[in-house]
């Protein structure tokens, strides 16, 4: 499976961005998502995840209530919308997936559980 992210960009501190995640090879669909990030000499960091039935989702603190991941079975993409955006949000996002389907209807929030990821895109917050 090949993972896409895309829709990061440069945006100005209040604004808004929409990252989506395509997958190629493979369905999402009876797999959990997720977005994680990393800046610069730090270790990546959980943002959100979504469980493989899209019933559950979960946040990192610093995102809830500004963030809200999606997934379109239709589609076959995973979406991350983004509000109210801080100069901290600054990294580059990576979407993943785990190598197994379904299991626990959970959403994932470590990276260890992740076995694909994709390539990353760049959100740029200026104050």
């Known amino acids: 499976v090949q993972l896409q992210a895309s829709g990061g960009g440069l945006v100005q501190a209040g604004g808004s961005l929409r990252l989506s995640c395509a997958a190629s090879g493979r369905t999402f669909s009876g797999y959990a998502a997720g977005w994680f990030r990393q800046s610069p000499g730090k270790p990546r960091e959980f943002v959100a995840a979504i469980s493989w039935s899209g019933g559950r989702s979960d946040y990192a603190d610093f995102v809830k209530d500004r963030f809200t991941i999606s997934r379109d079975s239709v589609k076959n993409t995973i979406y991350l919308q983004m509000n109210t955006l801080k100069p901290g949000d600054t990294a580059v996002y990576y979407c993943?997936?785990?190598?197994?389907?379904?299991?626990?209807?959970?959403?994932?929030?470590?990276?260890?559980?992740?076995?694909?990821w994709g390539q990353g895109t760049q959100v740029t917050v200026s104050s």
């Open positions: 993943a997936t785990p190598g197994a389907a379904f299991g626990t209807d959970r959403p994932r929030i470590y990276v260890s559980e992740y076995e694909h």
